[in-house]
Nanobody, 122 residues
């Protein structure tokens, strides 16, 4: 069983930055994909970003492109989400997930973390 643990959430003012971490209990396979999703109050969970473990190619939702950066640290089995220029609408619970398809479809991800809260407010 693969476990994923998110950390780094918190409260920040608009325009601020946070870095989320997602550490997996086992080293992802070369073709593994690790993604971030988020769910705001009263809304459905949505895709944020993903990264291919081997090679590091990434994909972003339009709403975060240019502000968020996803990266990985292979020796640490950790994926990061650097979030800059945060907005109130970025407030959500952020989840990391791991799968084997390069897709934004959350149904294709087999393993999920429990989430970390990000609140952007003045």
């Amino acid at each position: 069983q693969v476990e994923l643990v998110e950390s780094g959430g918190g409260s920040v003012q608009p325009g601020g930055s946070l870095r989320l971490s997602c550490t997996t209990s086992t080293r992802p396979f070369c073709r593994s994909i690790v993604a971030w999703f988020r769910q705001a109050p009263g809304k459905e969970r949505e895709f944020v970003a993903l990264i291919r473990w081997h090679g590091g190619s990434a994909l972003y939702a339009d709403s975060v492109k240019g502000r968020f950066t996803i990266s990985r640290d292979n020796p640490k089995n950790t994926v990061y989400l650097q979030m800059n220029a945060l907005r109130a609408e970025d407030t959500a619970v952020y989840y990391c997930a791991r799968g084997s398809e390069y897709t934004t479809n959350q149904a294709k991800y087999e393993f999920w973390g429990r989430g970390t809260q990000v609140t952007v407010a003045s």
